[in-house]
Nanobody, 124 residues
Framework: QVQLVESGGGLVQAGEALRLSCAASGRSLSTITMGWFRQAPGKERECVAAISRSGGITYYADSVKGRFTISRDNAKNTVYLEMRSLKPEDTALYYC?????????????????WGQGTQVTVSS
């Protein structure tokens, strides 16, 4: 079992930055690929970034490449999502998730443990 708690969301203006954190308990994150997903009202949940156990492999959705950076601190059992140059279309509920099944790194079916989400709202 893995418990995940996100923090760092908020209301910002377009062009500003936020850093999301995902603190884990119950299991060492060093053994788990982690992902950040988001879901906007009326839309499907999508993977915006993911990072392998060692941090050597990362994935980014095309819509966030060059603006978002995923990282992990296995010693702190925490995963981060740095978000820069935020746009109104980035507004969503952001979730971190732990991948425990062997689907592609961005495939939601591979993620079995989820946090409760943190809201990011970007005003224009």
């Amino acid at each position: 079992q893995v418990q995940l708690v996100e923090s760092g969301g908020g209301l910002v203006q377009a062009g500003e930055a936020l850093r999301l954190s995902c603190a884990a308990s119950g299991r060492s994150l060093s053994t788990i690929t982690m992902g950040w997903f988001r879901q906007a009202p009326g839309k499907e949940r999508e993977c915006v970034a993911a990072i392998s156990r060692s941090g050597g492999i990362t994935y980014y959705a095309d819509s966030v490449k060059g603006r978002f950076t995923i990282s992990r601190d296995n010693a702190k059992n925490t995963v981060y999502l740095e978000m820069r140059s935020l746009k109104p279309e980035d507004t969503a509920l952001y979730y971190c998730a732990a991948r425990t099944s062997l689907y592609a790194i961005a495939d939601i079916r591979g993620y079995d443990y989820w946090g409760q989400g943190t809201q990011v709202t970007v005003s224009s």
